[in-house]
């Protein structure tokens, strides 16, 4: 899979929110997206995900965004909404199965091999106990856990996924990222925004700064998550640590 | 909790309305056996009796049906489409706004040299209706915008009816502003089935076609469309389905509430909470709930002629009370 941005820009409610973004998606990695509040990291990806218009081009494999039929597309890129809704109390299992959809015509009769993946993407999530329960009655880590696993159903080549880690405990945060690491283990190219800086530079491989729209680095995590960089974007003071051969980026102080 | 299987639960809600469709027919002023009458070889019935089933009785039980599932599938559909157990086309101001249609059609004299000029004006009453909410409530859905949306609809949409009967010469105005508020199956024909039937069936088979769009849509706007689902053609499909089916069965029976929110409320958690297969049931329990309604209005005060939209208002205001409630605690929760 690859997947090729080039000077791409987009408007919301006639404001531009993304300039002249030019990018590249072509390997198994973890790519963090980070930014500050309004940088335009929602739009990125929802536009990635072809739910976004823009101007420029975004090419998959060589075909633009805009040629491909909608279920072809949702074969190869999976998108996970920051909102956490399932707005009724399905079973955890039929929402999972949701996934399967581009890959079911019509009437949406779910197949024996459909219930296999399905299966198989809640053991990956470990919530295949949950399969007979009520989404509504999870907890936000486990909602969260089954959401992915219906992103992980829909086998895509790529998942893009805004602020997966939003209100969810250490635990789950870092449990998280792991899955993530694990998908990219399996092949599959992941990009997420997040805001915590320690977890981005621990667990990514790759680092996206946007910046009121515009790009301002992309890279690997030591070349792009200097101490000056993160000043620049964010305006704080940060203090580097390094653990188990890894360097953290821990924020510490609003810079002057 | 355990479920009946889907097909049992569709078989079972079919079988209900088959008995109520038998038992409506039987009930009236007179008890007419049907099976005196519809079977051949029976004996016991006169030239009346038989009139009275065929003319009058059957037609009725036929429009019950016809309506109960219109009114019980269009509120599956807008519910599945706002995400919101509230949406009903009664309280959004979709079966005022067909009334109107249907009422501008009579006394414009429209009916008088095109006979489907009463659907299709009922029809367009509607659509006007739910393009309106559309519009007010973009792309949010906020349900109170929608709701309110439909307050404003009905009491303008009412207010034009009345205002169009009372401007016309006609003796019977109040009568009519009733039926066409509260709605009625008394006295209709063939006729009237003849007329809305096409539409009905048209309605609802784009309303069925959502049925897959609405189940992706239980994980909110974007993940549906990234799942590959069309929302502008899931949009459109359930727009003109409400709009053709619901606009026709208004043109035969007037406003009747409730029925697309008490319906798809009760059999939600029958199949499981999903979309897709709440809307065949909830058009069987449509069905069976009005002909249910029609039942009891003749049982309870059969010389009064009481209107059907009374007795599914009766039920349904207060369960629009309850769910409101019970809606409003679960998001506080």
Known sequence: MRLTVSRLHAQRSGKSVLRDISLSFDKPELIGLIGPNGAGKSTLMRALSGLQSYSGSIQLD????????????????????QERTVHWALDCEEVVMLGRMPYQSGFGRASVGDHRIVERAMQTMDVLEFSRRSFEQLSGGEQARVLIARVLAQEPDMIIADEPINGLDPAHQISLMKTFRELVAAGRTVLTSLHDLSLASHWCDRIIILEHGDLIADGAVDQVMTPQQIRKVYGVETMAVSTSGRTLIVPTDLAE | MTRLPYPILLSGLALLVAVLFVISIAIGQVWINPASVLLPGAHGYGEADRLILYEIRVPRAVLALLIGATLGL????????????????????????????????????????FA??????????????????????????????????????????????????????????????VFWMLGSLADRSWVHVGMALPFILTGMLLLFATARALDALSLGHDAAQSLGVNLQRTNTLAILGTAISVGAATAVSGAIGFVGLIVPHLLRPCVGNKPSRLLAASALGGAAFLLLADISIRVLLPEKDLKLGVVTALIGAPFFLWLLHSVKKRAQV
């Open chain 1, 62 to 81: 060589g075909t633009d965004l805009a040629q491909y039929a909608p279920q072809a597309l949702a074969r190869q890129l999976a998108f996970l909404p």
């Open chain 2, 74 to 113: 269009s509120g599956a559909v807008l519910q599945g489409l706002l995400r919101n157990p509230l949406a009903e086309p009664g309280l959004l101001g979709i079966s005022a706004s067909a009334s109107l249609g249907a009422v501008i059609a009579i006394y414009s004299g429209l009916t008088a040299i």
């Open chain 2, 116 to 177: 489907y000029a009463l659907p299709i004006s009922a029809l367009a009453g509607a659509l006007i209706a739910v393009l309106l909410l559309r519009g007010l409530a973009g792309r949010s859905a906020d349900i109170l915008t929608i709701i309110l949306s439909g307050v404003a609809l009905t009491s303008l949409a009412g207010a034009l009816t009345s205002l169009a009967l009372n401007m016309s010469s006609n003796p019977f105005a109040a009568l009519e502003i």
